[in-house]
DNA sequence: TAATATTAATAGTATTACTATTATATTTGC
DNA sequence: GCAAATATAATAGTAATACTATTAATATTA
């Protein structure tokens, strides 16, 4: 598979200066996520990072207030690559069942091909946001940071792909919950099948994840 | 409803000293559920909490040997009396189809009275584990924990109720990862309906989260 | 009453998540 | 091609955190 060679826009209120203006800035963003997933978000320094990418601290504060603020972008910039892939899987398929089928494949299956954009390794910024991105939401600053827009690029998604459930079904009462569930639900399920296997039904090569939710929504809508 | 004077109890690889031997060590939990509410687990300190029972820092230490591991606690006493709960709920009931539904009603309904236990307050301990929850298991340390058996008791209401699943439909291949998404969805769907409500179908008083996982539930087993 | 255990108080450590300031490169505008 | 503007690096510093260690005071029990 070849490389596309797409754009990516995050919106200026999820940085203080554009990681993508500058070399320095691509790798903070690089780096960062080789970290995070080595060290866990907790274990994650900006001084580290320094160290790591030759550069200093107080440099990577010029792009990112906090490191909560960096984690909030990785996760907005990895559900713009989500859309994006919807949209792009979705364009020109007549049928919605098969538009459903394949937005809930790409919001369920584990990422494992690292080959759209050059300076971010979406192999692993899915993992970031399997293990990491609850952690950027249940915070006491959620409702003002919500407010900001911090979180509209996910909540778009799930605008997305429920639209396409009120298509097939348009007297089904949930189709936000159904989504939200589905998206949620298949990050549970990867992170328990790695580390609470007991929680789950995975089987290596079985794609019984991307199964599970397929049957759920589509069992889901049918009835009644 | 009258108090039950019931007992849970916590495995001993869970505290340091066990807070139910001494009235310090139930203020400590009981003060620790307040204050985790109030100000989250991530402002929340041993310190701050022993100013708050008029005793100190040090003294927490002795009964818990981190913050992290406090939460552990309150985690697994959470899912104890739930397990309580379930099992009370389903004996003597005959119908399978009943049990199931007691047990889903259970694992998605807030918890919106207080009365079983004299020091812990289960409105809000519902809350920590609906907001904190998560904070305990994504970590560096899960293997090491999960293999300690600190998760014990959540895997087991997740078995029990998978029973219930596996009654009603032995064909079915995914009871685990069905009761694991009831569990964990219902958590978040009642944080979205607070903080992020684009992301859900929420509308009050009409019961719409537990009508929506029993469906689901329902309609998954009743196919094919 | 003495021994023992429990709790409180104090002090200290390494680290964190930042902020502020200044010095040094690098880029750009004219 | 040089000055001005800007970006980056280095250094230092702060308040707070998550602990540990030690000692002192207070209960409990034998």
Redesign the pocket.
């Known amino acids: 598979m070849e490389k596309l060679q797409l754009h990516i826009t995050i919106s200026p209120d999820l940085y203080t200066?554009d990681p993508e203006s500058?070399?320095?800035?691509q790798k903070i963003v690089s780096k960062s996520i080789e970290m995070i997933n080595d060290l866990g978000f907790?274990?994650?320094?900006?001084?580290?990072l320094?160290l790591e990418?030759?550069?200093?601290?107080?440099?990577v504060?010029?792009?990112f207030?906090?490191?909560?603020?960096l984690l909030v972008y990785l996760i907005d910039w990895y559900w713009s690559w989500v859309e994006y892939r919807l949209v792009f899987a979705t364009l020109n398929v007549p049928s919605v069942e098969a538009r459903l089928t394949q937005a809930i494949s790409i919001l369920t299956a584990e990422v494992t091909e690292d080959n759209s954009f050059s300076y971010i390794n979406e192999v692993l910024l899915n993992k970031i946001i399997i293990t990491e991105s609850s952690k950027a939401y249940h915070t006491k600053a959620i409702d003002s940071e919500n407010q900001k827009g911090y979180y509209k690029t996910y909540k778009r998604v799930v605008q997305r792909v429920s639209d396409f459930v009120s298509e097939i079904n348009p007297s089904y009462e949930f189709p936000h919950m159904l989504i939200s569930t589905v998206i949620e639900g298949a990050h549970h399920q990867l992170y328990f099948s790695k580390h609470l296997p007991a929680l789950t039904d995975f089987e290596e090569g079985k794609n019984n994840i991307v199964r599970f939710y397929t049957d759920l929504v589509f069992n889901t809508l049918s009835h009644k």
């Open positions: 200066k500058s070399v320095l800035g907790e274990d994650f320094t900006f001084k580290k320094g990418i030759g550069s200093n601290e107080s440099s504060y010029r792009y207030e906090s490191k909560h603020a």
